[in-house]
């Protein structure tokens, strides 16, 4: 649980940064991360437009560059954009000015107020110096649709088991988690609006 869903702890003394958006409305918030991705990004949109729903991506500054057609789609089709680094780095093992200097260039192509740091770890200078540019956005639920050791089942009862009003939920438009990707999504969806939830865009 402490992966797929970040402790009360964690929140109250690690980052503050947007976890959860507003509890007492039955809402959720999808967001994707490390895109855009020939093949997986465009497939993904499809899903969303299917469903009639918009979501946020978090995408790799060097991926932006390889795939400027797939970041194309994405903004054309109403969904909102967040920086994730250029080469999608741990902040913990990078000097804070190499960091926040990735982040600035990876903002010279995606034009953006929201940052998610990648595997969401940051040191204490590099948080305070983004977070003055950048509105900081983690998660409520990871599905784990990354990891080898789930399959597409684990990773939609990952999203039946933790999502709640408020939630951000990550899924991840990446060749990792394409093979359950394309099961795990449209269910997650479909039960997520059998339980009366309503999908937002971050504010």
């Given at each position: 649980m402490f992966i797929e869903q970040p402790s009360g702890f964690l929140?109250?003394?690690?980052?503050?940064?947007?976890?959860?958006?507003?509890?007492?409305?039955?809402?959720?918030?999808?967001?994707?991360?490390d895109g855009p991705i020939p093949d997986i990004t465009p497939r993904v949109l499809e899903v969303l437009d299917h469903y009639g729903i918009k979501a946020t991506f978090f995408m790799v500054g060097d991926n932006v560059r390889k795939h400027p057609k797939e970041f194309e789609m994405v903004k054309a089709a109403g969904h909102r954009i967040g920086n994730h680094t250029f080469n999608h780095l741990n902040g913990l093992v990078v000097r804070s000015k190499d960091y926040v200097a990735n982040v600035h260039k990876a903002d010279a192509l995606i034009h953006s107020d929201l940052f998610r740091p990648p595997h969401g770890w940051l040191r204490n200078r590099q948080y305070h110096f983004l977070k003055r540019h950048y509105k900081l956005v983690m998660w409520d639920l990871v599905t784990r649709d990354y990891s080898k050791r789930l399959n597409a089942d684990e990773v939609f009862e990952n999203v039946k088991r933790y999502a709640r009003p408020g939630s951000i939920i990550t899924f991840h438009d990446s060749l990792r988690s394409a093979d359950k990707l394309w099961s795990a999504l449209p269910r997650s969806i479909e039960w997520l609006q059998k339980e009366g939830y309503e999908f937002k865009l971050i504010p």
């Open positions: 929140r109250l003394f690690g980052l503050k940064a947007l976890w959860r958006i507003k509890p007492e409305e039955r809402a959720v918030y999808l967001t994707f991360d």
